[in-house]
């Protein structure tokens, strides 16, 4: 089984997006820029900002001279709506559904266990939901060189 890295990797491209804007950059910001920072091909970004744009968290345009940016203030996009956004099927634990159906236990671990995944799932989202894009945004800041250089001039 493998992990699904599309959730780190969106609130990675979301978070320059926001830093970028909170620098003072005007207009889109390539999928090979983001893909620089996140150490990916600019193809998985691509593929991320359509699922990023469909729920209306970033606005993008094709072609030359395009990208990506917001729509809307970081302080108005959740991580839960980012979560939801790449992975619409929930994405946090997968059932193994091939049990063995003549045993007691394995006729009765998937619904019993589905109810303790979701239970873990609504603690997820209640927890997204309550930290901001413009949070990691301030997050990332105090491990950034030139905030860690301004702070020692202090």
Same mark, same amino acid.
């Given at each position: 089984m493998r992990e699904s890295c599309r959730f780190s990797m969106a609130v990675h491209a979301m978070t320059v997006l926001a830093h970028r804007a909170r620098e003072g950059h005007v207009g889109p910001m390539t999928s090979a820029e983001m893909a620089d920072s996140i150490n990916t091909n600019p193809v998985i970004v691509r593929r991320l900002l359509a699922a990023l744009g469909q729920a209306g968290l970033v606005d993008t345009r094709p072609g030359n001279g395009g990208g990506a940016w917001l729509a809307r203030d970081p302080s108005?996009?959740?991580?839960? #709506? @980012?979560?939801?956004? @790449? #992975? /619409?099927d929930g994405g946090l634990i997968a059932m193994h559904g091939n049990t063995n159906r003549d045993? /007691? @236990?394995g006729a009765a671990i998937g619904e019993v266990l589905s109810t303790a995944i979701q239970r873990a799932e609504a603690a997820l989202h209640a927890t997204l939901a309550g930290i901001t894009l413009a949070e990691m945004v301030q997050a990332t800041m105090k491990f950034c060189p030139e905030a860690a250089k301004a702070r020692r001039a202090r």
């Amino acid at each position: 089984m493998r992990e699904s890295c599309r959730f780190s990797m969106a609130v990675h491209a979301m978070t320059v997006l926001a830093h970028r804007a909170r620098e003072g950059h005007v207009g889109p910001m390539t999928s090979a820029e983001m893909a620089d920072s996140i150490n990916t091909n600019p193809v998985i970004v691509r593929r991320l900002l359509a699922a990023l744009g469909q729920a209306g968290l970033v606005d993008t345009r094709p072609g030359n001279g395009g990208g990506a940016w917001l729509a809307r203030d970081p302080s108005r996009i959740t991580l839960d #709506e @980012v979560h939801r956004a @790449v #992975e /619409p099927d929930g994405g946090l634990i997968a059932m193994h559904g091939n049990t063995n159906r003549d045993c /007691p @236990v394995g006729a009765a671990i998937g619904e019993v266990l589905s109810t303790a995944i979701q239970r873990a799932e609504a603690a997820l989202h209640a927890t997204l939901a309550g930290i901001t894009l413009a949070e990691m945004v301030q997050a990332t800041m105090k491990f950034c060189p030139e905030a860690a250089k301004a702070r020692r001039a202090r």
